[in-house]
């Protein structure tokens, strides 16, 4: 594995999350609460270790900028989705443990409650976590 294989390592990761969260979201639908708590918990694993691979990343390449190659309106679209994307991403590292504490307590009301507004939002930073990859390394890359 090399320091160019983490982007790729990072949005599989992403997508394994989204997967696992919108499981665990169907799982509390129908009521298999034991599921969902496994299958929850398999997403915040997932999440923290992409949050490491993260880390690693902008810590080995010393945090240079990764440039966007798209014109236009595209453009626009990529930086608008990039913000709210790292503006959330910084939301969620507050609200997941936060959600899950409730939850570990025994607490179901509070956990409940946050996770009408966790779950979305994770789940719009996890899907656009894989966006920004498609977006810097396979649709509009930038030529070396």
Known sequence: M?????????AT???VATVLIVTGFALVKSGRKDAHRAV???????????LVGYVT????IHGVH???GGTGPIRA????????????AMAIAYLVPRTFAFAIRGDFDR????????????????V??????????????VAK
Do not use: C, E
Not at 40 to 50: K, N, T
Not at 77 to 88: E, G
Not at 119 to 124: G, R
Not at 130 to 141: G, I
């Open 111 to 126: 956990h409940k409650a946050w996770a009408r507004w966790t779950f979305p939002i994770w789940l719009y930073v996890s």
């Open 128 to 141: 656009t976590g894989v966006l920004v990859y498609f977006f810097l390394y396979r649709w509009w890359p």
């Open 2 to 10: 090399t320091i160019q294989d983490i982007p790729v390592l990072n």
């Open 40 to 50: 929850m918990l398999a997403a915040a694993v997932v999440s923290a270790v992409f």
């Open 77 to 88: 679209v990529y930086y608008t989705m990039l913000f709210t994307h790292v503006v959330l």
């Open 57 to 60: 990343h902008k810590a080995l």
């Open 13 to 15: 990761l992403n997508a």
């Open 66 to 68: 990764t440039p966007f």
